[in-house]
Protein backbone atom coordinates (compact mmCIF):
# COMPACT_ATOMS: atom_id res chain seq x y z
CA UNK A 1 0.00 0.00 0.00
CA UNK A 2 1.50 3.25 -0.99
CA UNK A 3 0.74 6.61 1.37
CA UNK A 4 0.13 9.34 -1.06
CA UNK A 5 -0.04 12.55 0.44
CA UNK A 6 -1.54 15.89 -0.84
CA UNK A 7 -0.23 18.75 1.12
CA UNK A 8 -2.45 21.47 2.20
CA UNK A 9 -0.63 25.12 2.06
CA UNK A 10 -1.35 27.56 4.61
CA UNK A 11 -2.11 30.62 2.24
CA UNK A 12 -4.37 30.77 -0.70
CA UNK A 13 -4.60 27.78 -3.17
CA UNK A 14 -6.54 26.22 -6.59
CA UNK A 15 -8.99 23.76 -4.64
CA UNK A 16 -9.74 22.55 -7.42
CA UNK A 17 -6.41 20.77 -8.18
CA UNK A 18 -6.66 19.19 -4.78
CA UNK A 19 -9.86 17.98 -4.97
CA UNK A 20 -8.95 17.17 -9.14
CA UNK A 21 -5.77 15.19 -7.81
CA UNK A 22 -7.56 13.14 -5.25
CA UNK A 23 -10.52 11.81 -7.67
CA UNK A 24 -8.43 11.00 -10.22
CA UNK A 25 -5.98 8.94 -7.38
CA UNK A 26 -8.99 7.40 -5.84
CA UNK A 27 -10.85 6.35 -8.84
CA UNK A 28 -7.84 4.62 -10.30
CA UNK A 29 -7.34 2.55 -7.44
CA UNK A 30 -11.08 1.85 -7.87
CA UNK A 31 -10.17 0.53 -11.47
CA UNK A 32 -7.59 -1.38 -10.34
CA UNK A 33 -9.35 -3.11 -7.53
CA UNK A 34 -12.39 -3.68 -10.17
CA UNK A 35 -9.21 -5.32 -12.28
CA UNK A 36 -8.71 -8.31 -9.39
CA UNK A 37 -5.98 -6.34 -7.89
CA UNK A 38 -5.62 -5.54 -4.08
CA UNK A 39 -6.18 -2.15 -3.21
CA UNK A 40 -2.57 0.25 -4.18
CA UNK A 41 -3.30 4.04 -2.87
CA UNK A 42 -4.20 5.19 0.29
CA UNK A 43 -4.56 9.19 0.07
CA UNK A 44 -4.42 11.63 2.11
CA UNK A 45 -5.17 15.30 2.15
CA UNK A 46 -3.30 16.93 5.17
CA UNK A 47 -1.42 20.11 6.47
CA UNK A 48 -0.67 22.24 9.36
CA UNK A 49 -3.52 24.52 8.49
CA UNK A 50 -7.09 23.47 10.15
CA UNK A 51 -8.63 23.93 6.75
CA UNK A 52 -8.48 25.66 3.35
CA UNK A 53 -11.17 27.92 1.84
CA UNK A 54 -11.92 27.96 -1.84
CA UNK A 55 -10.98 31.63 -3.34
CA UNK A 56 -14.16 33.15 -2.96
CA UNK A 57 -14.18 31.85 1.01
CA UNK A 58 -16.22 29.35 0.97
CA UNK A 59 -15.12 26.45 3.27
CA UNK A 60 -13.52 23.78 0.93
CA UNK A 61 -11.83 21.09 2.79
CA UNK A 62 -10.43 19.97 6.22
CA UNK A 63 -7.24 18.69 6.03
CA UNK A 64 -5.74 16.05 8.64
CA UNK A 65 -3.03 16.88 10.49
CA UNK A 66 0.33 16.51 8.39
CA UNK A 67 2.16 15.57 12.11
CA UNK A 68 0.14 12.35 11.53
CA UNK A 69 2.00 11.32 8.56
CA UNK A 70 5.23 10.01 9.56
CA UNK A 71 5.91 8.63 6.10
CA UNK A 72 4.35 9.37 2.58
CA UNK A 73 5.99 7.52 -0.43
CA UNK A 74 4.19 10.83 -2.67
CA UNK A 75 4.05 13.97 -2.11
CA UNK A 76 1.42 16.22 -4.37
CA UNK A 77 1.85 19.94 -4.09
CA UNK A 78 -1.10 22.10 -5.41
CA UNK A 79 -1.80 25.32 -7.33
CA UNK A 80 -0.69 28.43 -5.39
CA UNK A 81 -2.67 31.26 -6.14
CA UNK A 82 -0.37 34.28 -6.00
CA UNK A 83 1.58 36.68 -3.02
CA UNK A 84 4.42 33.77 -3.94
CA UNK A 85 6.81 35.23 -1.55
CA UNK A 86 4.36 35.65 1.26
CA UNK A 87 3.15 32.02 0.79
CA UNK A 88 6.50 30.72 1.21
CA UNK A 89 7.70 32.85 4.40
CA UNK A 90 4.31 31.08 5.38
CA UNK A 91 4.77 27.87 4.42
CA UNK A 92 8.17 27.12 6.55
CA UNK A 93 7.35 24.58 8.31
CA UNK A 94 5.64 22.57 5.70
CA UNK A 95 8.61 22.94 3.38
CA UNK A 96 10.68 21.25 5.87
CA UNK A 97 8.28 18.50 6.26
CA UNK A 98 8.20 18.15 2.45
CA UNK A 99 12.42 18.23 2.49
CA UNK A 100 12.38 15.44 5.31
CA UNK A 101 9.48 13.23 3.11
CA UNK A 102 12.15 13.02 0.42
CA UNK A 103 15.24 12.90 2.59
CA UNK A 104 13.06 9.42 3.15
CA UNK A 105 12.54 8.15 0.20
CA UNK A 106 8.98 10.02 -0.82
CA UNK A 107 8.61 11.68 -4.52
CA UNK A 108 7.25 14.87 -4.90
CA UNK A 109 4.71 16.56 -7.25
CA UNK A 110 4.19 20.43 -8.17
CA UNK A 111 1.07 20.94 -9.81
CA UNK A 112 1.32 24.29 -11.61
CA UNK A 113 2.03 27.21 -9.46
CA UNK A 114 2.78 24.91 -6.64
CA UNK A 115 6.37 24.83 -8.12
CA UNK A 116 7.01 28.11 -6.01
CA UNK A 117 6.85 26.00 -3.22
CA UNK A 118 8.22 23.02 -4.23
CA UNK A 119 11.47 25.60 -5.21
CA UNK A 120 11.85 26.82 -2.19
CA UNK A 121 12.24 23.47 -0.54
CA UNK A 122 15.77 23.53 -2.37
CA UNK A 123 14.97 20.26 -3.96
CA UNK A 124 14.84 22.00 -7.64
CA UNK A 125 18.33 23.50 -7.70
CA UNK A 126 19.89 23.00 -10.69
CA UNK A 127 16.94 20.85 -11.85
CA UNK A 128 13.95 21.11 -14.12
CA UNK A 129 10.91 23.11 -13.29
CA UNK A 130 7.91 22.95 -15.48
CA UNK A 131 5.85 26.54 -14.70
CA UNK A 132 3.19 28.10 -15.95
CA UNK A 133 3.91 30.12 -19.16
CA UNK A 134 2.77 33.04 -17.35
CA UNK A 135 4.57 32.87 -14.20
CA UNK A 136 8.52 32.15 -15.66
CA UNK A 137 10.00 35.50 -15.26
CA UNK A 138 8.48 35.84 -11.60
CA UNK A 139 9.75 31.99 -10.91
CA UNK A 140 12.92 32.76 -12.35
CA UNK A 141 13.14 36.11 -10.67
CA UNK A 142 12.72 34.18 -7.24
CA UNK A 143 14.49 31.03 -8.05
CA UNK A 144 17.72 31.50 -10.49
CA UNK A 145 19.53 28.43 -9.53
CA UNK A 146 16.44 26.54 -10.98
CA UNK A 147 16.36 25.20 -14.17
CA UNK A 148 12.59 26.29 -16.06
CA UNK A 149 11.71 23.63 -18.34
CA UNK A 150 10.52 26.38 -21.10
CA UNK A 151 7.17 25.06 -22.63
CA UNK A 152 6.88 21.44 -21.29
CA UNK A 153 3.81 20.19 -19.95
CA UNK A 154 5.73 17.84 -17.41
CA UNK A 155 9.31 17.47 -16.11
CA UNK A 156 10.68 14.27 -13.94
CA UNK A 157 14.37 14.14 -12.42
CA UNK A 158 15.56 12.16 -9.48
CA UNK A 159 11.65 11.66 -7.79
CA UNK A 160 10.73 15.16 -8.31
CA UNK A 161 7.51 16.15 -10.97
CA UNK A 162 6.39 19.42 -11.69
CA UNK A 163 3.84 20.70 -14.21
CA UNK A 164 2.98 23.64 -16.11
CA UNK A 165 0.14 25.51 -16.34
CA UNK A 166 -3.36 25.47 -15.16
CA UNK A 167 -5.39 22.18 -15.59
CA UNK A 168 -2.47 20.70 -16.97
CA UNK A 169 -1.93 19.59 -13.48
CA UNK A 170 -4.54 16.64 -14.76
CA UNK A 171 -2.17 15.74 -17.68
CA UNK A 172 0.79 15.29 -14.46
CA UNK A 173 -2.13 13.13 -12.44
CA UNK A 174 -2.46 10.69 -15.42
CA UNK A 175 1.44 10.52 -16.40
CA UNK A 176 1.80 9.45 -12.13
CA UNK A 177 -1.44 7.13 -12.22
CA UNK A 178 0.66 5.16 -15.33
CA UNK A 179 3.77 5.00 -12.95
CA UNK A 180 1.76 3.75 -10.00
CA UNK A 181 -0.27 1.33 -11.75
CA UNK A 182 -0.08 0.95 -15.18
CA UNK A 183 -0.81 2.59 -19.09
CA UNK A 184 -4.60 0.26 -19.12
CA UNK A 185 -5.48 2.58 -15.59
CA UNK A 186 -4.12 5.73 -17.13
CA UNK A 187 -6.21 5.23 -20.28
CA UNK A 188 -9.17 4.34 -18.55
CA UNK A 189 -8.71 7.53 -16.54
CA UNK A 190 -7.94 9.83 -19.50
CA UNK A 191 -11.66 8.82 -21.05
CA UNK A 192 -13.39 8.84 -17.95
CA UNK A 193 -11.89 12.24 -16.97
CA UNK A 194 -11.78 13.55 -20.57
CA UNK A 195 -8.02 14.41 -20.23
CA UNK A 196 -6.25 14.79 -23.39
CA UNK A 197 -3.10 12.37 -23.71
CA UNK A 198 -1.79 13.79 -26.35
CA UNK A 199 -0.73 17.42 -24.81
CA UNK A 200 2.79 16.97 -24.17
CA UNK A 201 4.14 21.20 -24.16
CA UNK A 202 2.56 24.67 -23.24
CA UNK A 203 3.21 25.93 -26.84
CA UNK A 204 -0.06 26.64 -28.30
CA UNK A 205 -1.58 28.10 -25.22
CA UNK A 206 1.24 30.53 -24.92
CA UNK A 207 0.71 34.50 -24.93
CA UNK A 208 4.22 36.49 -26.13
CA UNK A 209 3.99 38.44 -23.12
CA UNK A 210 5.88 41.86 -24.65
CA UNK A 211 8.27 43.47 -21.73
CA UNK A 212 8.77 46.62 -21.71
CA UNK A 213 9.19 47.33 -17.91
CA UNK A 214 13.23 47.18 -18.09
CA UNK A 215 13.98 50.91 -18.37
CA UNK A 216 15.83 51.37 -20.95
CA UNK A 217 14.70 53.76 -23.06
CA UNK A 218 16.38 52.49 -26.64
CA UNK A 219 15.23 49.12 -26.33
CA UNK A 220 12.00 50.05 -25.88
CA UNK A 221 12.18 52.09 -28.77
CA UNK A 222 13.22 49.41 -30.67
CA UNK A 223 10.50 47.45 -29.49
CA UNK A 224 7.92 50.09 -30.65
CA UNK A 225 9.63 49.90 -34.16
CA UNK A 226 9.43 46.68 -34.30
CA UNK A 227 6.27 46.05 -33.86
CA UNK A 228 4.81 49.41 -35.74
CA UNK A 229 6.58 47.09 -38.82
CA UNK A 230 5.70 44.02 -38.92
CA UNK A 231 5.11 43.59 -42.96
CA UNK A 232 8.08 45.47 -44.18
CA UNK A 233 12.10 43.92 -44.06
CA UNK A 234 14.14 45.13 -40.85
CA UNK A 235 17.91 45.56 -40.87
CA UNK A 236 18.66 45.58 -37.66
CA UNK A 237 22.14 47.24 -38.44
CA UNK A 238 20.64 50.25 -39.74
CA UNK A 239 17.88 50.51 -37.08
CA UNK A 240 21.29 50.02 -34.22
CA UNK A 241 22.60 53.17 -36.16
CA UNK A 242 19.27 55.43 -36.12
CA UNK A 243 19.24 54.43 -32.45
CA UNK A 244 23.10 55.75 -32.50
CA UNK A 245 24.35 52.82 -30.97
CA UNK A 246 26.96 50.03 -32.03
CA UNK A 247 25.29 46.90 -33.19
CA UNK A 248 26.91 44.82 -30.78
CA UNK A 249 25.78 47.10 -28.08
CA UNK A 250 22.28 47.04 -29.19
CA UNK A 251 22.06 43.02 -29.69
CA UNK A 252 23.90 43.00 -25.67
CA UNK A 253 21.18 45.78 -24.36
CA UNK A 254 17.89 43.86 -26.22
CA UNK A 255 18.95 40.47 -24.70
CA UNK A 256 19.60 41.89 -21.75
CA UNK A 257 16.00 43.85 -21.53
CA UNK A 258 13.85 41.38 -23.17
CA UNK A 259 15.24 37.73 -22.84
CA UNK A 260 15.49 37.97 -26.39
CA UNK A 261 17.93 38.59 -28.97
CA UNK A 262 16.06 41.21 -31.70
CA UNK A 263 15.42 38.34 -34.38
CA UNK A 264 13.72 36.24 -31.76
CA UNK A 265 11.83 38.78 -30.74
CA UNK A 266 10.75 39.87 -33.90
CA UNK A 267 9.51 36.54 -34.72
CA UNK A 268 7.89 36.14 -31.63
CA UNK A 269 6.15 39.15 -32.01
CA UNK A 270 5.09 38.11 -35.35
CA UNK A 271 4.01 34.94 -35.05
CA UNK A 272 2.13 36.67 -32.19
CA UNK A 273 0.06 38.95 -34.78
CA UNK A 274 -0.05 35.52 -36.71
CA UNK A 275 -2.09 34.20 -33.78
CA UNK A 276 -4.65 36.67 -33.57
CA UNK A 277 -5.58 36.77 -37.49
CA UNK A 278 -5.80 32.83 -37.21
CA UNK A 279 -8.08 33.18 -34.48
CA UNK A 280 -10.51 35.18 -36.32
CA UNK A 281 -10.73 32.76 -38.42
CA UNK A 282 -11.49 35.69 -41.28
CA UNK A 283 -8.09 35.36 -43.67
CA UNK A 284 -6.29 32.63 -44.99
CA UNK A 285 -3.20 31.16 -44.04
CA UNK A 286 -1.03 32.81 -46.86
CA UNK A 287 -2.92 36.09 -46.25
CA UNK A 288 -1.78 36.20 -42.87
CA UNK A 289 1.66 35.37 -43.63
CA UNK A 290 2.06 38.10 -46.34
CA UNK A 291 0.33 40.52 -43.72
CA UNK A 292 3.08 40.03 -40.93
CA UNK A 293 5.75 40.06 -43.21
CA UNK A 294 6.89 36.72 -44.54
CA UNK A 295 7.23 36.10 -48.19
CA UNK A 296 9.00 32.67 -47.78
CA UNK A 297 5.69 30.07 -46.66
CA UNK A 298 8.30 27.83 -45.94
CA UNK A 299 10.27 29.98 -43.53
CA UNK A 300 6.88 31.38 -41.98
CA UNK A 301 5.25 27.42 -41.10
CA UNK A 302 8.86 26.65 -39.60
CA UNK A 303 9.06 29.88 -37.15
CA UNK A 304 5.31 29.02 -36.49
CA UNK A 305 5.59 25.44 -35.79
CA UNK A 306 8.68 26.11 -33.54
CA UNK A 307 6.76 28.92 -31.62
CA UNK A 308 3.60 26.88 -31.15
CA UNK A 309 3.98 23.22 -31.49
CA UNK A 310 1.80 23.53 -34.39
CA UNK A 311 1.07 24.38 -38.00
CA UNK A 312 -0.41 27.86 -38.83
CA UNK A 313 -3.49 25.22 -40.39
CA UNK A 314 -3.58 23.28 -37.20
CA UNK A 315 -3.27 26.39 -35.45
CA UNK A 316 -6.10 28.28 -37.00
CA UNK A 317 -8.51 24.62 -37.17
CA UNK A 318 -8.24 24.54 -33.56
CA UNK A 319 -8.77 28.17 -32.44
CA UNK A 320 -10.56 30.00 -34.73
CA UNK A 321 -13.79 31.80 -33.38
CA UNK A 322 -17.10 30.13 -34.03
CA UNK A 323 -20.64 31.61 -35.34
CA UNK A 324 -23.33 30.54 -33.36
CA UNK A 325 -26.97 30.87 -33.79
CA UNK A 326 -29.22 31.52 -31.06
Given at each position: ???????????????????????????????????????LLN????????????????????????????????????????????????????????????????????????GFL?????????????????????????????????????????????????????????????????????????????????????????????????????????????????????????????????????????????????????????????????????????????????????????????????????????????????
Open positions: MKQITIVVPDCRVNVNTIGGAYDILCQANEYWKRAGHPSVEIAGFAPEVRSHNGYLAIRPVDIREIRNTDLVLIPAVLGEYEEAVQRNQQLLEWIRLQYKCGAEVASMCSGLAATGLLENRACSIHWNKVEEFGRMFPGVNIATGKIITHENGIYTNGGAYSFLNLMLYLVEKLFDHSIAIICSKVFQIDVERTTQSPFTIFQIQKEHGDEVIRDAQTYIEEHLDTRISFEKLAVQLAVSRRNFDRRFIKATGNTPVEYLQRVKIEAAKRELEKGRKTVLEVMMDVGYSDDKAFREVFRKITGLSPQDYRNRYQKSEYTV
